[in-house]
């Protein structure tokens, strides 16, 4: 015997707002046979929708700076977003920074200059 769960009783779990946390429907559901006397049988089916954390998103970026710019200078911010607000960002340089030339704030993602560049 096959028992097969129709859309509708997986719609609500997609459609409703369960504000990032575990929502979890339950519905009755009754099972019947073709055979003699029609029997069936009656359960209790729970569906599960449980949040997960996605995460940040950052698409390349470029930035420009004058040659001889002032130390401590502003190049730019850095623009990552998240899709759950009040979560903290943390921002580093992982390559290309061989001389130390730039620097990054770690919670604002702000690149300065650190060095004068000539």
Not at 30 to 53: E, M, P, Q, R, Y
Not at 74 to 93: E, L, M, N, W
């Amino acid at each position: 015997m096959l028992l097969t769960l129709q859309p509708e009783f997986l719609l609500p779990l997609i459609q409703q707002e369960y504000n990032e946390t575990t929502l979890n429907q339950t519905h009755a559901v009754k099972v019947h046979d073709n055979g003699t006397g029609n029997l069936n049988s009656h359960a209790t089916i729970t569906g599960s929708l449980t949040d997960v954390n996605e995460a940040t998103g950052i698409s390349n970026q470029s930035f420009s700076i004058a040659e001889n710019s002032a130390n401590g200078t502003t190049i730019g911010t850095v623009v990552a977003s998240d899709p759950y607000a009040g979560q903290s960002r943390t921002f580093s340089i992982l390559a290309g920074n061989i001389t130390g030339a730039f620097t990054i704030n770690a919670s604002t993602g702000v690149l300065t200059l650190p060095i004068l560049l000539h």
